[in-house]
């Protein structure tokens, strides 16, 4: 049975720190690429980060650039979602994605969310 499950997120001030996790199950996690998205009331759901499954490449959204880091454990099927200098705006919540691209196929799994709240 396929899951992704996030955690990590929670309640944090201006300018501070927090790390998310996503722990994979049910598939082979080091074929996948992994992204995290985030959403919030009234808006689509948008792309933050993203890890590469092969090269480990990674590619960013020009808000987060500087400020977020994503990393991925092929031991523990784990990615990881590092924010930095958080901002108000960045209050969302959390998913992550795996994807992957086999013969004209596309397989992607989601998670169910992690709610972060930027606040003073």
């Known amino acids: 049975q396929v899951q992704l499950v996030e955690s990590g997120g929670g309640l944090v001030q201006p300018g501070g720190s927090l790390r998310l996790s996503c722990a994979a199950s049910g598939f082979t996690f080091s074929s996948y690429a992994m992204s995290w998205y985030r959403q919030t009331p009234g808006k689509e759901r948008e792309s933050v980060a993203l890890?590469?499954?092969?090269?480990?490449?990674?590619n960013y959204a020009d808000s987060v650039k500087g400020r977020f880091t994503i990393s991925r454990d092929n031991v523990k099927d784990t990615v990881y979602l590092q924010m930095n200098s958080l901002k108000p705006e960045d209050t969302a919540v959390y998913y992550c994605?795996?994807?992957?691209?086999?013969?004209?196929?596309?397989?992607?799994?989601w998670g169910p969310g992690t709610q972060v709240t930027v606040s003073s």
């Open positions: 994605k795996a994807l992957k691209m086999e013969w004209g196929r596309e397989y992607a799994y």
């Open positions: 890890i590469s499954a092969a090269s480990g490449r990674t």
